[in-house]
């Protein structure tokens, strides 16, 4: 049976009220008392009950995280970039994947309510904007990473619209005039940003997106649907001479089909991606890629939420917009560095 402090004040000869305060207010404590009761802890391994100290407090040293896929490795880095924050602070994080269903997140929602977390960091589900009004009305904080937010509450974004733009921008440049989009469904506010800077870049060149772009859509934004997408993509009457995919998940599962098709990358098909996860650039054609700073995204995510939570009366709700940039490599033919002169990232602009 684990030890209570009842145990640990009868082995330190002192009273359960003065083992609360060693674990609540070690001020109060004389050191020689203290160390003694410490040692008592130790001696037991006696651990604290957290919970019921975070429910008497009215607050908790955790905070919720809550993703559409932990599997996709743009979420693995913006995790590390929340947890890192939250670690320095002195908070844990519980990560949650909601894997896009509204159910689950509502599920996951209403534990972290339930455990009194400090706030909730969110990339949310399409139609969740009502019940996590109700959370913060309720009292906890929330920030919307990945995702731009409205007046009233904290949100960290990437410009995906310039995204997409120096996507085709590039391919356009190095001469490419029909290019595959190759998207998730455009229900999904990254995909739909994409494809408008994607249409953007055409039009500035002066030329007939319908006649510039093919558009595959898929409906999950991974590597099996990137490479079930090389069918549909080289079915066509006038085959594509380059490809713009908007994740690098679709864009490596492109090249691994086209691969299995006996095409070259770029040689057959120019390819670029978008995240430029850790492994874009190790891949067997290191892929070309728009750069996410998904790191910092979580790192300011994380700042802002407990800037809320910390210092309610003075804070104020922060819309943050990152810029990407281009990294270029083999799989679109040109291996020269270059940002489409854009700001380089981690340097977000204040929306609101």
């Not at 997106?209 to 066509?236: D, F, K, Q, Y």
């Amino acid at each position: 049976m684990a030890a209570g402090m009842k145990d640990v004040a009868s082995l330190a000869g002192v009273a359960v009220g003065t083992v609360s305060n060693v674990l609540n207010h070690p001020g109060l404590v004389r050191p020689q008392t203290r160390a003694r009761v410490e040692a008592a802890m130790e001696q037991l391994g006696f651990i604290p009950n957290g919970s019921a100290r975070q429910l008497r407090a009215g607050r908790s040293r955790c905070l919720g995280l809550v993703v559409l896929d932990i599997t996709n490795p743009f979420f693995t880095e913006v995790a590390r970039g929340v947890e890192d924050y939250a670690q320095a602070a002195g908070y844990a994080v519980i990560l949650c994947n909601s894997d896009e269903a509204e159910d689950k997140e509502r599920r996951y929602l209403r534990v972290l309510e339930e455990q009194r977390v400090r706030g909730v960091l969110i990339t949310p589900v399409r139609g969740s904007a009502a019940a996590l009004k109700r959370m913060r009305d309720r009292g906890t904080p929330v920030v919307l990473l990945d995702r731009p937010g409205t007046a009233g509450q904290c949100s960290v974004a990437v410009d995906d619209r310039t995204g997409g733009e120096i996507a085709v921008a590039h391919l356009l440049g190095l001469g490419h005039r029909r290019i595959a989009l190759v998207n998730g469904p455009v229900t999904i506010r990254q995909c739909a940003d994409r494809r408008r800077g994607a249409y953007r870049a055409v039009v500035k060149a002066g030329l007939d997106p319908a006649r510039v772009l093919a558009e595959v859509t898929v409906r999950a934004m991974n590597a099996r649907a990137g490479a079930a997408a090389c069918h549909e993509l080289l079915a066509g009457g006038t085959p594509p001479t380059a490809a713009f995919c908007t994740n690098d998940l679709l864009a490596l599962g492109l090249i691994r089909g086209l691969s299995q098709a006996g095409m070259r990358v770029p040689g057959d098909l120019a390819v670029v991606g978008y995240d430029d996860i850790d492994f874009a650039a190790d891949s067997a054609v290191p892929l070309t890629s728009v750069r996410q700073p998904k790191y910092q995204l979580g790192w300011a995510a994380a700042e802002l939420l407990l800037d809320e939570a910390d210092r309610l009366a003075e804070h104020k709700h922060r819309r943050l917009v990152f810029t990407p940039e281009l990294i270029v490599r083999a799989s679109s033919g040109q291996a020269r560095a270059g940002r489409g002169g854009l700001a380089a990232p981690g340097a977000p602009v204040a929306a609101g």
